[in-house]
Nanobody, 124 residues
Framework: QVQLVESGGRLVQAGGSLRLSCAAS????????MGWFRRAPGKEREFVAS????????YYTEPVRGRFTISANNAKTTLYLQMTTLKPEDTAVYYC?????????????????WGQGTQVTVSS
């Protein structure tokens, strides 16, 4: 089993930056694909970014492209989401997820493991 624990969420002013972390434990997940999703108040959970554990390639949803960066440490035990130029519409609970393939893509149903989420609130 894999456990994912997010951290780093907090209240930040618009235009600010924040880095989220997702610590993975349990089985070795160095070859697992990982991603970030978010759920804004009153909305469905949506894809934010995905990370290929083999190529270290990444893909982003258009609203965050150029502002957010997904990465992992060398051991692939911690996933990061560096967020810059934050906007009030980025306010959401952010979830880390992993799948048993090197690349998971954008669909939440393709992910096998989920964290509990961390709240990010961006004030205007």
């Amino acid at each position: 089993q894999v456990q994912l624990v997010e951290s780093g969420g907090r209240l930040v002013q618009a235009g600010g930056s924040l880095r989220l972390s997702c610590a993975a434990s349990g089985r070795t997940i160095s070859n697992y694909g990982m991603g970030w999703f978010r759920r804004a108040p009153g909305k469905e959970r949506e894809f934010v970014a995905s990370y290929n554990s083999i190529t270290t390639g990444a893909y982003y949803t258009e609203p965050v492209r150029g502002r957010f960066t997904i990465s992992a440490n060398n051991a692939k035990t911690t996933l990061y989401l560096q967020m810059t130029t934050l906007k009030p519409e980025d306010t959401a609970v952010y979830y880390c997820a992993a799948c048993r393939k090197s690349w998971c893509g954008q669909r939440s149903l393709d992910y096998d493991y989920w964290g509990q989420g961390t709240q990010v609130t961006v004030s205007s």
